[in-house]
Nanobody
Framework: VQLQASGGGSVQSGGSLTLSCAIS????????IGWFRQAAGKEREGVSC????????YYTDPVKGRFTISRDAAKNTVYLQMNSLQVRDTAVYLC??????????WGQGTQVTVSS
């Protein structure tokens, strides 16, 4: 299983970024895919995920209304559109894929830095 994340960068507060995570080799059509983030000195935090079975989505409270997760099934890619970015969104963002049966796989992190 391989996950290739991209799209991080540096923006000013209020700006936008879109993260992408392309998945290959996952042995099931039924899985969750999403993003965690980890800021320096803080615990890893679940940001958002989407279930392929029914399209259900999850967002952690601090990003609700600002972030949108979507999936392109044909490209096996998930996107995280991040709007109205705030300094507190600064973190390494990590994408993951998996389910309870297969376990979870992680991609490399992509840095998001938001400056005031």
């Amino acid at each position: 299983v391989q996950l290739q994340a991209s799209g991080g960068g540096s923006v000013q507060s209020g700006g936008s970024l879109t993260l992408s995570c392309a998945i290959s080799g996952f042995p099931s059509d039924d899985y969750a895919i999403g993003w965690f983030r980890q800021a320096a000195g803080k615990e890893r935090e679940g940001v958002s995920c989407i279930a392929t079975s029914d399209g259900a989505t999850y967002y952690t409270d601090p990003v609700k209304g600002r972030f949108t997760i979507s999936r392109d099934a044909a490209k096996n890619t998930v996107y995280l559109q991040m709007n109205s970015l705030q300094v507190r969104d600064t973190a390494v963002y990590l994408c993951y894929v998996g389910n309870a049966r297969t376990g979870y796989f992680w991609g490399q992190g992509t840095q998001v830095t938001v400056s005031s």
